[in-house]
Every structure is written in C-alpha cells, then in structure tokens.
DNA sequence: ATGGACCCTGTAGCCACTACAGGGTCAAGC
DNA sequence: GCTTGACCCTGTAGTGGCTACAGGGTCCAT
C-alpha cells in the first residue's frame, strides 16, 4: 500500500492540488492521516475515490449527487435503484439544457443572418436586442 | 416622459429590483436621478436598456459582452462589423456547448442503458464511475 | 548548507446574481 | 392624523465549484 502525496494524486486523476483540499473541506474526501511533517499522506482507497469523483464530476453531476453516490457506493448490497434515479433525473436535466441551448442557438442563429453588415444604426442584431425601438 | 420606480422597471422587464441595482453597481445601468426621499427615478430611455440587457442574457451573452454591445449600440454611424463578430462568437461559444452536452447525454445515456437493476456491487452505473475496479 | 520542488493554512476572488437584515418612504384607508 | 402594508434604501453575505494567491514549512539532492 503505497503512499501518496497530495501532488501524486493531482498528477494520476487530473485534479489540482487545491481541488482535493477542497474536497477535503466540503467532506466528499476523507480527513487523511499525516505524516511527521504534517503532510497529507493518501493510499489506494482516497485515489479510487477521487477518481470517482472526477469522473462523476466530469459527467456533469453536481457535488451533492456526488455525494449521494458516493454513499450509495458504499452500500454494496442495497439495489441500485437510488443510483438510478440520480443518474435518471442528470440526464433529464441534461436533455433539459440541451433542447434550452439548441432553441438559443437558432434564435441567435436568426438575429445573426438577418445583419446586412452595414452601419450599426441599422443593425439587425442590436435591432433584435432592443426590439421596443429607440426612442 | 414618465418617471418610473426600480419596481416599475423590474415588473416591465421582468427583472428582480435587486438585479437593477446590480446592474448599476457594475456599471451597466448609469446611475439614475433620484427623488426627494432618495428613490431612483427612472425613465424610457433606462428601461429601453434595461430591455436590452435583459435580451441579451436571454440569449446567452456574458456581462461583458453585453457591456461590449451597449457601447457599439450607441455608435449608430459605425459599421455594425464589430457587432457581428461578438454575436458569432457567442454563437460559437454555444455550438461548442451544444456539443459537449450531446456527447456527455450519449455517454451518460449508455452507462445507464448498462444497468441491470440489481445490488449497488454489480450496478454498472457505479462501476462506470470507479473504472478501476474496487481496490 | 543551499536551492528548488513540493507541502501547509487561510483568505479572497471568479460569475451573475440572490437573499437577507435593518432601516426609511409613501399612499390608502380608517 | 395615524396606522398599515407595500414599496424603497444600503450594505453584506451567500450560492457552486473551484482557483489563486500570500506567507510560511518540509524534504531531498547536491
């Protein structure tokens, strides 16, 4: 079991060293021992979770569903529909911030090609920005 | 020439009173006229900014940006070249999103396709998250 | 013994608001 | 004229998820 500096687990997860004091703060990683001269000392388990967690991270889930997955991990025996659910419910919102997006996209779209490159007085972009016009 | 309250001004534009006042905190509404106990009075020509502020979040543009096309709006002799470029950037900007996001949706999508509905130790889910497999 | 790479704590900053607390003002109704 | 309640004021702190210092300590190789 080897030991691990807070700068090795940076370097094998692709976190910042700040990032992993953080979670440390916010209680998603636990309080690890320290050596003599007070330095963190992680082993294998803490890169694993850390590893969940910028995994999880990185699909979009939020820190507190990390959290509740990270708890729902170490229920090894209970079903995995709680699992499910959160992961159910991100993918919704994830469909949710796409069709937002995609509507966004094609409404700027619209406001862009109907510019005639000409003086900003007849801008048809700033025009859509201040549709009251300009009193 | 109709002298409007902060709360005329957020119920016309759809904007929270504590918004306005941020707003003129950073520098993007100017600082209004007040009244003899200290109200700021507003009139069109706020509120036909304030609409465009508020149309141009709507459609994704950063604060700075949004600095950026007030002050071109206001050089109506000006080729609205400048205009364009802030506006197809953004659009770029939500291109790159669009994409991420259906790429994420895709991949969140299959892990949980892969779940069986069984006890958290074989849920696929979790072990997506942990690749490493559990120490 | 010295240099540089690493580590420590604590705090402040980022974005774009939002939410108070603790007060003042104003208009309508009695 | 007094009360009530809706509105307004300032100032500060919180949100999420980090990131960036400042100002110091530790460790290891030379």
Chains 1, 2 share one sequence.
Do not use: W
């Not at 959290?67 to 469909?95: M, N, P, W, Y």
């Amino acid at each position: 079991m080897s030991r691990l500096t807070i700068g090795d687990l940076a370097k094998r997860t692709g976190t910042k060293v700040e990032t992993i004091r953080y979670y440390e703060r916010i209680g998603l990683l636990p309080v690890p021992p320290r050596t003599e001269g007070n330095y963190r000392a992680y082993d294998n388990r803490q890169l694993g979770r850390l590893s969940f967690i910028r995994r999880a991270r990185d699909l979009g889930f939020s820190i507190e569903q990390v959290r509740d997955l990270l708890d729902l991990a170490d229920q090894r025996d209970r079903s995995c529909e709680a699992v499910d659910v959160i992961a159910g419910q991100h993918l919704a919102e994830i469909e949710r911030k796409i069709a937002d997006l995609v509507a966004l996209r094609d409404e700027l779209a619209d406001v862009i090609g109907r510019c005639k490159h000409g003086a900003v007085a007849d801008c048809r972009i700033i025009e859509a920005l201040a549709p009251h016009g300009s009193d």
